[in-house]
């Protein structure tokens, strides 16, 4: 071999060690997008269970997506007030948004159905709704007319029926009571005669120890014994006919949601469905406990609403599904495939959990 061709040879050789060694060479890693988000909530800065979820969804984003995803969580007033939530989400103003779909029923009535309906779907029935039942899609089309996106994101469970300071012996007596109250329970109490307010988490006790609202319902004995209510009021009546099993929600705006990598919006429905199934977890475990605390320590009366004024707000919350659907075929569209199912689910309980918990033996 001549001199040229061996040095011809040997260049060759040191291009394909080069190549070879670039190739084996670790690369710098490429900085991955950071996003730094905000979340408003309609509840008190860290409430429990309610607040907690807001904050621990926004800690399972930031832990799945290492980092990437960052969300600062503020209580109701702490940077847009509780019921400007909704408006905040919708325009851009923060990113994502946390409460519960009956607060908005002034942008659209089909909203209610997303939380609760009275003497509707229990927790387990809501579940199986919006995400087996065709409920997500609706509430998919139907946020879309406001640039939002929304999971469940919690569920109170069954909740107690409220706090009175008088006993509840005839639909008469709530006749001019004024209650705090939310969603389709508020206007059937206002068919029965009552006066439905609505009012933020963190005034409730306040303005039912100045006798600003005669009686209100919050959630269960867990919140309701942190809350303080036994000191304002008397008597604690069950069952929460108008919220069988209300769901929470986490809401985001299409915008920003679309604008993020796939993996992302991934992590935030996994991170979502988490905290649904943690939210009920909580109140289940710690409701009896509470329950037992309020009536053997704060020596509260224990009430059970009578047979007949249930029958009545029955009553009362048939004529009102039947009206809401009337007046428009969106809310028609999602009462109908709510009340479909609900039928469906009910049939299959009869046989399964009723049929379980009548067992004499239990």
Not at 25 to 35: F, N
Not at 45 to 54: D, N, S, T
Not at 237 to 256: F, I, R, S
Not at 302 to 316: E, H, I, M, T
Request: proline content about 4%; charged content about 20%; hydrophobic content about 40%.
């Amino acid at each position: 071999m001549n001199r040229r061709e061996v040095l011809k040879k040997a260049g060759v050789g040191a291009v394909g060690l080069g190549v070879a060694g670039m190739a084996l060479r670790p690369r710098k890693a490429t900085a991955a997008k950071v996003y730094n988000w905000k979340m408003v909530t309609t509840w008190p800065p860290h409430f429990p269970v309610l607040g907690e979820a807001a904050d621990h969804t926004a800690k399972w984003i930031e832990e799945m997506s290492d980092g990437r995803l960052r969300i600062t969580v503020y209580g109701g007033g702490e940077l847009v007030p509780a019921m400007e939530v909704f408006d905040a989400v919708s325009s851009g103003t923060v990113e994502m948004g946390h409460g519960a779909a009956y607060y908005w029923a002034g942008k659209h009535p089909a909203t209610q159905f997303f939380a609760a309906v009275p003497f509707g779907l229990n927790a387990q029935g809501m579940n199986a709704w919006i995400v087996s039942g065709g409920g997500q899609e609706l509430w998919n089309e139907l946020y879309a007319r406001f640039n939002l996106i929304s999971w469940p994101a919690g569920n109170t469970g069954v909740q107690m029926g409220g706090w009175f300071n008088k006993e509840i012996n005839s639909v008469a007596d709530l006749k001019g009571l004024k209650m705090r109250i939310p969603g389709l329970g508020g206007k059937v109490l206002a068919k029965a005669g009552g006066n439905a307010v609505l009012v933020a988490g963190g005034e409730i006790y306040t303005n039912l120890d100045r006798g600003v609202i005669d009686a209100t319902e919050w959630v269960g004995p867990y919140h309701d014994n942190k809350m303080g209510f036994y000191k304002a009021a008397k008597y604690y009546y069950t069952p929460g006919w108008h919220e069988p099993g209300t769901t929470l929600e986490c809401m985001v705006n299409k915008q920003k949601f679309d604008a993020l990598p796939k993996d992302l919006q991934a992590i935030i429905v996994a991170a979502n469905f988490k905290a649904n199934m943690w939210s009920l977890c909580e109140f289940e475990a710690k409701n009896n406990q509470y329950l037992k605390e309020l009536v053997e320590q704060h020596h509260v009366q224990l009430r059970r609403f009578p047979d007949d004024v249930l029958a009545q707000l029955k009553k009362y919350s048939d004529e009102l599904l039947t009206e809401l659907a009337a007046a428009d075929p969106f809310t028609r569209k999602v009462c109908d495939s709510y009340l479909a199912f609900k039928k469906q689910y009910e049939e299959w309980n009869k046989v399964s959990e009723e049929s379980y918990a009548k067992l004499k033996y239990l």
